[in-house]
């Protein structure tokens, strides 16, 4: 069984930042793309920045140069650094990653539970 867990998710005033983290844990025998989405009330769930295994990256306009998507293959841990956050940014967000659990061949798609992000004005 595999399983991602978030953290990091809090309160802060607009102009901040926040680190978000996920850990893959279980049965794990690689990991290919890991990603972070977010759903604001009222609004579709939206991919927010994606990170394949090589490490090239992809960002939502709406992030592009306040958002880094990164990741340590040793640690199985995907990370989001938030800068210059926004009120709009408040959203739950989630971890998703493509995993390939060990004695299986095919990647199976897995999501964390989710964490809050509130941005204040």
């Known amino acids: 069984q595999v399983q991602l867990v978030e953290s990091g998710g809090g309160l802060v005033q607009a102009g901040g930042s926040l680190r978000l983290s996920c850990a893959a844990s279980g049965s794990i025998f690689s990991i290919n793309s890991m990603a972070w989405y977010r759903h604001a009330p009222g609004k579709q769930?939206?991919?927010v920045a994606v990170i394949d295994?090589?490490?090239?990256?992809?960002?939502?306009?709406?992030?592009?140069?306040?958002?880094?998507?990164?990741?340590?293959?040793a640690k199985n841990t995907v990370y989001l650094q938030m800068n210059s956050l926004k009120p709009e940014d408040t959203a739950v967000y989630y971890c998703n990653a493509d995993v390939r659990a060990r004695y299986t061949s095919f990647f199976h798609n897995y999501w964390g539970q989710g964490t809050q992000v509130t941005v204040s004005s």
Do not use: H, Q
Request: hydrophobic share 20%; no cysteine; glycine share 8%.
């Open 45 to 47: 769930r939206e991919v």
């Open 53 to 73: 295994s090589s490490g090239s990256t992809n960002y939502a306009d709406s992030v592009k140069g306040r958002f880094t998507i990164s990741r340590d293959n």
